[in-house]
């Protein structure tokens, strides 16, 4: 009796193929999430989504006018008071029109010593012609020649002093670009992103990317993103309560500082297939309540939980 050859073959090669395929398939197994999901302690709740940032929101310093950084002055997490330099522009070409501005006050003053002393010398001329009791002793041309001299050099002496006084303008201009080329802190802050190195060049105009930011983190905001949908649900004074990203158990209790009044599309998308880019916002701020329970930082992100009442309208 002949044994199948052909068909058992065929069956050792599907066999072979069907483990083959189970050996490579991965292996999944349950495995707990990292972190716990966040999760309200309030009843009725609307979830946002929360910024930090400092109660003076961030400042981005701008300059009056653009330039060659020469030197920064202020580094990261640096404190700085009111009035303090964070950066000082080259000054070169504005210190080199100051020397020529204070050089052409030398040479108006000059010019005015002279015109002067031309001036006192034909009063004196004219002065004379006026003493003289004799008709006959000078002509009526030099006597209206020395009135025409003594009107010239008034008019000179005029003259000089105008141009003394536009150098001086001149040189207070100059003076007050040096002094707006040194850039200074606007308030009491923590420096929070330096941008800017020397040699680098700053534009007087607006930047999408500020090259500086300060802040005043004495005291945390938390900027809440509320669904237009839901911000009919927020009343001002409501509880709220902020988790920690990745830590739900660290939780800050929020006090309600005031509604942004301008509801705006929202930027800070999630991801969600369900959101719709063309969303709308309103932003509600609120207080952290010390003590914070953990170090938090300008821009991080916490969700945010407000206690709410449904109430018509």
Not at 11 to 27: D, E, H, N, Y
Not at 30 to 35: E, Q
């Amino acid at each position: 009796m002949k044994l199948p050859v052909l068909p058992l073959i065929a069956l050792f090669s599907l066999g072979w193929a069907v483990t083959s395929v189970i050996s490579k398939l991965p292996q999944e197994t349950v495995t707990d999430p990292p972190a716990a999901p966040p999760r309200s302690v309030y009843a009725d709740t609307v979830a946002a989504v929360g910024l930090i940032e400092p109660a003076s929101e961030l400042i981005m310093p701008g300059s009056h006018r653009s330039g060659v950084v020469e030197k920064v002055h202020v580094q990261t997490d640096q404190q700085v008071k009111k009035g303090d330099a964070l950066i000082t522009l080259d000054t070169r070409q504005l210190r080199a029109e100051l020397a020529v501005a204070k050089a052409q006050v030398n040479e108006a003053e000059a010019a005015l010593a002279v015109s002067r002393a031309e001036e006192a010398q034909a009063r004196r001329n004219v002065e004379f012609a006026r003493s003289l009791t004799d008709a006959r002793a000078m002509s009526d041309e030099e006597r209206t020649q020395r009135e025409l001299t003594l009107g010239t050099s008034q008019a000179k002496v005029k003259s000089n002093e105008a141009a003394i006084q536009r150098a001086q303008a001149q040189i207070e201009v100059i003076e007050t670009e040096i002094d707006r080329s040194v850039i200074t802190a606007p308030r009491d802050a923590t420096v929070l992103q330096v941008k800017v190195r020397e040699g680098e060049y700053i534009a007087a105009t607006p930047s999408e990317s500020p090259w500086l930011v300060l802040g005043d983190m004495s005291v945390l905001h938390v900027r809440a993103d509320v669904d237009e949908y839901e911000a009919w649900k927020v009343r001002s004074g409501s509880q709220a309560t902020a988790q920690v990203r990745g830590n739900p158990s660290l939780a800050a209790q929020l006090e309600f500082v005031r509604f942004e009044p301008l509801v705006i599309p929202k930027k800070s998308l999630t991801g969600d297939a369900t959101e719709r880019v063309d969303t709308r916002v309103l932003q509600v701020i609120y207080r952290l309540q010390k003590p914070v329970p953990a170090a938090l930082f300008a821009g991080q992100q916490m969700d945010v939980f407000i206690a709410t009442q449904e109430a018509s309208l």
